[in-house]
C-alpha cells in the first residue's frame, strides 16, 4: 500500500509539472470564441493573476497559469484552450524571442477599470461595445455628462465613448426625424440636463465634456471612441469658443465666420476639415467618407496594417486578428479621410483604394486614444429601430476583435521605448 501510495505521489508532481500553463489559441482553425477568450483573459487578471499575450503567435494567443478553477471556467463559457507543460511553454517563449519572429510577449498585469460614456436610458445594443463587453463577460461601468464634469473619469483606466454628438447638434438628426417622438425626447432631455448642470446651452456643455475627457487622456487615460463619438469630439474640441449650432439646435444663428476659427491645434486626430454647414444633412465634416464611398457590400473590406511587435508593440497589440483582413460596415462616421488625419497618428486599418482609414490610434500627453469608424462590425448599415446583433451568431467576429483588442491594451506592462 506504501509502494502505490509512493508511486501515486510521484504521478501527481509529475503531471502538475508537465501541465503548467494553459494556451487560449486565437487563430481561426482552433478558437471556436475568439470574442469569449477575451473575457476569460480579463477574468484571469481580476483574480491577480498576470498573462502573456503572444503577439503574432496563432492569432495573438494568451499563455495563462494553469489551474482547475482556469480550465473549467474555458469550458463553461466555450473557449477553446490547451494544457501545456512547462517544457513546451518556454518552447513557444523562446520561438517568439528570436530576432527572426516577428513576435513577441507582452505581460498583462491588472484587470483594467472600464467605464462607457453613455445616456443612461441607452440598452447595451445600442452600442457595440457595450454588447461585445456583456457578451464577453467583462464588467464595465456607465457614466455620463454628470460623473465626467465632476471629474470622476480618474476612477477608470479605459474610457469607451457612445455614438455620441459632442457638438450639441443632437446626431445631426434633424433633417431626416425632427418631428420623431425619440428626437423630440432626446433633445428635451439632453436640454434639461444641460441646464440642471448650470449650461443656457447643450453644445456648451458637450464642450465642457469634451475638454474634460480630453485632460483624462493628457493624464494617462485610455479613451476608444466609434461612429460619430469620433469626429464629433475632435470638432467639439476644434470649435471652442465659436458657435457652429444653427437656430433649431441652440436657439440662436451660428457665427457666420465659424469655419475661418475652427484651430486645429486642439484635435486628437484630423486637420484641415471642413464643417458641413447644413443643418438637414446626415454628416458633420469633410472628415467622414460615408457619402464619398462607391464601395459595394460584397467588396467592402479593410485590411490591418503589418507592425513590428518587437519595436512596435502597441499598435501589433491594437491590430492582433486571426485574419488580416476585416469586413467592412457602415456606421454615420464609417471611415476618415485618409488627407484629413495628422501626420502624428497612425493608420491601424485603411481600405487603401478608397484613400480612407478605418482604425487609426494616436498618443495625447501621457495618454492614448483609438478611433474606430463605423457602427457595428457585424451589422453593414444599421439604422435606427433596426435589431440589435445576436453575438452568439458571430463569436469569431474580427471586426469586434478589434474593440476587445483595445480593452485588454491598458492591463499591459508598459516597456521602455527601444528608440
Known amino acids: 500500500m506504501r509502494k502505490y501510495l509512493l508511486l501515486a505521489s510521484i504521478l501527481f508532481i509529475s503531471l502538475n509539472a508537465l501541465a503548467s500553463n494553459i494556451l487560449i489559441p486565437m487563430d481561426a482553425e482552433s478558437q471556436k470564441n475568439h470574442l469569449k477568450a477575451y473575457g476569460i483573459t480579463y477574468w484571469v487578471l481580476a483574480k491577480q493573476q498576470k498573462v502573456q499575450w503572444l503577439l503574432n503567435y496563432r492569432g495573438g494567443s494568451f499563455l495563462l497559469p494553469d489551474g482547475d478553477a482556469i480550465r473549467k471556467e474555458c469550458q463553461i463559457r466555450g473557449v477553446s484552450f490547451e494544457v501545456l507543460s512547462s517544457a513546451q511553454a518556454e518552447s513557444i517563449l523562446d520561438e517568439i524571442s528570436s530576432p527572426s519572429k516577428n513576435q513577441d510577449a507582452v505581460i498583462l498585469e491588472k484587470a483594467p477599470k472600464i467605464a462607457v460614456y453613455s445616456p443612461k436610458g441607452n440598452q447595451p445594443w445600442d452600442d457595440a461595445v457595450t454588447m461585445v463587453l456583456t457578451y464577453a463577460e467583462i464588467p464595465y461601468v456607465t457614466i455620463y455628462d454628470e460623473e465626467v464634469l465632476s471629474d470622476k473619469l480618474a476612477l477608470y483606466d479605459w474610457l469607451h465613448l457612445h455614438h455620441e454628438d459632442f457638438t450639441g447638434q443632437y446626431g445631426k438628426f434633424y433633417g431626416s426625424y425632427k418631428a420623431a417622438p425619440w428626437y423630440i425626447e432626446n433633445k428635451k432631455k439632453s436640454e434639461e440636463l444641460a441646464n440642471k448642470l448650470g449650461y443656457s446651452k447643450v453644445s456648451?456643455?458637450?464642450?465642457?465634456?469634451?475638454?474634460?475627457?480630453?485632460?483624462?487622456?493628457?493624464?494617462?487615460?485610455?479613451?476608444?471612441?466609434?461612429?460619430?463619438?469620433?469626429?464629433?469630439?475632435?470638432?467639439?474640441?476644434?470649435?471652442?469658443?465659436?458657435?457652429?449650432?444653427?437656430?433649431?439646435?441652440?436657439?440662436?444663428?451660428?457665427?457666420?465666420?465659424?469655419?475661418?476659427?475652427?484651430?486645429?491645434?486642439?484635435?486628437?486626430?484630423?486637420?484641415?476639415?471642413?464643417?458641413?454647414?447644413?443643418?438637414?444633412?446626415?454628416?458633420?465634416?469633410?472628415?467622414?467618407?460615408?457619402?464619398?464611398?462607391?464601395?459595394?457590400?460584397?467588396?467592402?473590406?479593410?485590411?490591418?496594417?503589418?507592425?513590428?511587435?518587437?519595436?512596435?508593440?502597441?499598435?501589433?497589440?491594437?491590430?492582433?486578428?486571426?485574419?488580416?483582413?476585416?469586413?467592412?460596415?457602415?456606421?454615420?462616421?464609417?471611415?476618415?479621410?485618409?488627407?484629413?488625419?495628422?501626420?502624428?497618428?497612425?493608420?491601424?486599418?485603411?481600405?487603401?483604394?478608397?484613400?480612407?482609414?478605418?482604425?487609426i490610434h494616436g498618443i495625447k500627453g501621457k495618454g492614448f486614444f483609438t478611433f474606430y469608424g463605423g457602427h457595428d462590425p457585424e451589422d453593414?448599415?444599421?439604422?435606427?429601430?433596426?435589431?440589435?446583433?445576436?453575438?452568439?451568431?458571430?463569436?469569431?467576429?474580427?471586426?469586434?476583435?478589434?474593440?476587445?483588442?483595445?480593452?485588454?491594451?491598458?492591463?499591459?506592462?508598459?516597456?521602455?521605448?527601444?528608440?
Not at 464619398?292 to 501589433?316: C, G, H, N
Not at 433596426?386 to 478589434?402: A, C, I, N, Q
Open 204 to 359: 456648451e456643455e458637450k464642450r465642457d465634456v469634451a475638454l474634460k475627457i480630453k485632460n483624462y487622456v493628457i493624464g494617462g487615460g485610455f479613451m476608444f471612441a466609434m461612429c460619430s463619438a469620433t469626429d464629433s469630439f475632435d470638432i467639439a474640441l476644434s470649435a471652442e469658443g465659436v458657435d457652429i449650432c444653427e437656430p433649431m439646435f441652440d436657439g440662436d444663428a451660428s457665427d457666420p465666420s465659424y469655419q475661418s476659427q475652427i484651430d486645429y491645434k486642439k484635435t486628437f486626430a484630423f486637420t484641415n476639415f471642413t464643417l458641413e454647414r447644413n443643418p438637414s444633412i446626415y454628416e458633420f465634416s469633410s472628415i467622414d467618407m460615408t457619402r464619398k464611398r462607391q464601395i459595394a457590400k460584397e467588396t467592402d473590406y479593410f485590411s490591418l496594417m503589418d507592425f513590428s511587435a518587437k519595436w512596435d508593440p502597441v499598435p501589433t497589440m491594437l491590430c492582433q486578428n486571426h485574419t488580416s483582413l476585416v469586413k467592412g460596415f457602415m456606421g454615420q462616421t464609417t471611415s476618415f479621410n485618409r488627407f484629413e488625419i495628422k501626420p502624428t497618428v497612425l493608420v491601424l486599418g485603411e481600405n487603401k483604394i478608397n484613400n480612407e482609414a478605418r482604425y
Open 380 to 419: 453593414y448599415q444599421h439604422r435606427v429601430g433596426d435589431p440589435k446583433t445576436e453575438l452568439e451568431l458571430h463569436p469569431t467576429s474580427p471586426g469586434y476583435r478589434l474593440i476587445l483588442n483595445n480593452v485588454l491594451f491598458p492591463a499591459a506592462r508598459k516597456k521602455k521605448k527601444k528608440t
